[in-house]
T-cell receptor
Framework: SQQGEEDPQALSIQEGENATMNCSYKTSINNLQWYRQNSGRGLVHLILIRSNEREKHSGRLRVTLDTSKKSSSLLITASRAADTASYFCATGKGGAQKLVFGQGTRLTINP | DAGVIQSPRHEVTEMGQEVTLRCKPI?????LFWYRQTMMRGLELLIY????????DSGMPEDRFSAKMPNASFSTLKIQPSEPRDSAVYFC?????????????FGEGSRLTVL
């Protein structure tokens, strides 16, 4: 069963605008990760946020985590055409390395 | 450094045939995962290994699927006999427990089409 659910399923914006994607999950977690998948490629890790963190930055990426609402958001600022991809959240629990992925948000950046 | 290597990248086969997908994890990684991705069901974890030992195979759809990891540098996922509903992209991923982050490194996937 899927743990994370991304919202929206698809997002189309103009280059230069900011893109925000949301993820909700159901059970307690140790950490939440975001991955990117370009068409026809494997997933690539973007950023991890632990359950005791509220916000994290990496370059143009900003991730927030609200454990009381069991939700996370990924913000990509100043979007570029190369950001066009699908973005997935994944949750980890306990000491296991096992991750459960959501259905993903398909992001399209229009030049 | 080489990433996770999967083969074949594409496989087209007929229903009833045996399919074997292969994976070479990143050297030094002690976890290996097999995922399946479809439009309908998204990314599903099929099975994962720790130090070559299967830990959780609860995601394996049915007895037609089997996975092995004979050594730290090689794993196979076998489907016998294959069915059209097995058509999907199969990903192998590996990770290292020492990082304490659970970050997965994915291969490029094997796209399977069963006619």
């Amino acid at each position: 069963s899927q743990q994370g659910e991304e919202d929206p399923q698809a997002l189309s914006i103009q280059e230069g605008e900011n893109a925000t994607m949301n993820c909700s999950y159901k059970t307690s977690i140790n950490n939440l990760q975001w991955y990117r998948q370009n068409s026809g490629r494997g997933l690539v890790h973007l950023i991890l946020i632990r359950s005791n963190e509220r916000e994290k930055h990496s370059g143009r990426l900003r991730v927030t985590l609200d454990t009381s609402k069991k939700s996370s958001s990924l913000l990509i600022t100043a979007s570029r055409a190369a950001d066009t991809a699908s973005y997935f959240c994944a949750t980890g629990k306990g000491g296991a390395q096992k991750l459960v992925f959501g259905q993903g948000t398909r992001l399209t950046i229009n030049p | 450094d080489a990433g996770v290597i999967q083969s074949p990248r594409h496989e087209v086969t007929e229903m009833g045939q045996e399919v074997t997908l292969r994976c070479k994890p990143i050297s030094g990684h002690d976890y290996l995962f097999w995922y399946r991705q479809t439009m309908m069901r998204g990314l599903e974890l099929l099975i994962y290994f720790n130090n070559n030992v299967p830990i959780d195979d609860s995601g394996m759809p049915e007895d037609r699927f089997s996975a092995k990891m004979p050594n730290a540098s090689f794993s196979t996922l076998k489907i016998q006999p294959s069915e059209p509903r097995d058509s999907a992209v199969y990903f192998c991923a590996s990770s290292h427990s020492g990082t304490n982050t659970g970050e997965l490194f994915f291969g490029e996937g094997s796209r399977l089409t069963v006619l």
